[in-house]
């Protein structure tokens, strides 16, 4: 009986904890501009121009140089020539300032793809993923169509789910639309 008790719990926060998801699947994604770092150097990013070259994979983490964090940037970067493979850019936002962007994009994101600086929030509003609880966003990731349409999302606190997700979606957006 203490078990099931326990998990009444668990239940109730995995229900709030997918009922938080951000945009849904087939909505147009917010277009951004914000400045990014790859490769310890400052750059204009802006996903209006990302997708003109194809598909677009947006994740929000929570902060840069923590442990889970830092796990999702060298899985990305590991993964990046999948990614390029299938046409696709990938890039990391959090409300950590430009300095620690730079920082974190050469040691963790192994100068594979860049990462955006939010600080303000912006960003992390205007994508539904901001925590109530907290200034930092919640580990969410987007796939985002050239159309901007949103071809899926993902909310998940581990690292692992948000890549294997995106390159499924990718693999599969990118059979239907051959060139």
């Not at 071809?151 to 059979?175: C, F, M, N, Q």
């Given at each position: 009986m203490k078990n099931a008790l326990f998990l009444v719990p668990l239940a109730l926060a995995a229900t709030a904890f997918g009922a938080?998801?951000?945009?849904?699947d087939g909505t147009v994604a917010p277009l951004f501009t914000a400045?990014?770092?790859?490769a310890g150097k400052d750059f204009s990013f802006s996903l209006s121009d990302a997708l003109k070259k194809g598909p677009?994979?947006?994740y929000f983490y929570p902060k840069s140089f923590t442990r889970i964090c830092t796990e999702e940037?060298?899985?990305?970067a590991d993964a990046m020539g999948e990614f390029q493979n299938l046409g696709a850019a990938v890039i990391g936002v959090s409300a950590d300032d430009i300095?620690?962007?730079?920082?974190?994009?050469?040691?963790?994101c192994r100068d594979?793809?860049?990462?955006?600086?939010?600080?303000?929030?912006?960003i992390i509003r205007s994508y539904d993923v901001a925590s109530e609880s907290s200034p930092f966003a919640r580990r969410t990731s987007y796939v985002i169509a050239p159309d901007g349409k949103v071809l899926s999302s993902v909310y998940d606190p581990g690292a692992t789910k948000h890549i294997e997700t995106a390159l499924a979606?990718?693999?599969?957006w990118r059979a239907t639309h051959k060139s």
């Amino acid at each position: 009986m203490k078990n099931a008790l326990f998990l009444v719990p668990l239940a109730l926060a995995a229900t709030a904890f997918g009922a938080r998801a951000a945009l849904p699947d087939g909505t147009v994604a917010p277009l951004f501009t914000a400045q990014a770092a790859l490769a310890g150097k400052d750059f204009s990013f802006s996903l209006s121009d990302a997708l003109k070259k194809g598909p677009v994979v947006v994740y929000f983490y929570p902060k840069s140089f923590t442990r889970i964090c830092t796990e999702e940037a060298h899985d990305f970067a590991d993964a990046m020539g999948e990614f390029q493979n299938l046409g696709a850019a990938v890039i990391g936002v959090s409300a950590d300032d430009i300095a620690t962007q730079r920082e974190f994009s050469a040691m963790e994101c192994r100068d594979k793809f860049p990462v955006a600086a939010d600080p303000q929030r912006q960003i992390i509003r205007s994508y539904d993923v901001a925590s109530e609880s907290s200034p930092f966003a919640r580990r969410t990731s987007y796939v985002i169509a050239p159309d901007g349409k949103v071809l899926s999302s993902v909310y998940d606190p581990g690292a692992t789910k948000h890549i294997e997700t995106a390159l499924a979606v990718l693999r599969e957006w990118r059979a239907t639309h051959k060139s």
